[in-house]
């Protein structure tokens, strides 16, 4: 599986984005997908996962309540809508593909997009 993550940008505090990550390759509808984000100078941390089906969804605390998970697998592609962002969103944005259930761990996952970056200005 290849990710191609896209829709970082600027964006101003209380703002809204919309990132996009699609996938080639084969069995893109079995795997469980997440988003993580990195901000300089930190780990790779967790911020949401869906199952294979859509079913399920998991988040981080942090953005609990403004972020969404989504996924299309007709389209191989999924979504995370950021809502209400503020500059402790800024990092760089990366999707990645795991294994069965909601993992929220880096290790859960086999499949890595490239990233795309996110900044939220005050």
């Known amino acids: 599986v290849q990710l191609q993550a896209s829709g970082g940008g600027l964006v101003q505090a209380g703002g809204s984005l919309r990132l996009s990550c699609a996938a080639s390759g084969r069995a893109f509808g079995s795997h469980a997908m997440g988003w993580f984000r990195q901000a300089p100078g930190n780990e790779r941390e967790f911020v949401a996962a869906i199952s294979w089906s859509g079913a399920r969804t998991s988040y981080a605390d942090s953005v609990k309540g403004r972020f969404a998970i989504s996924r299309d697998n007709a389209k191989n592609t999924v979504y995370l809508q950021m809502n209400s962002l503020n500059p402790e969103d800024t990092a760089v944005y990366y999707c990645?593909?795991?294994?069965?259930?909601?993992?929220?761990?880096?290790?859960?996952?086999?499949?890595w997009g490239q990233g795309t970056e996110v900044t939220v200005s005050s």
């Open positions: 990645a593909a795991g294994r069965s259930g909601l993992p929220v761990l880096v290790t859960g996952y086999d499949y």
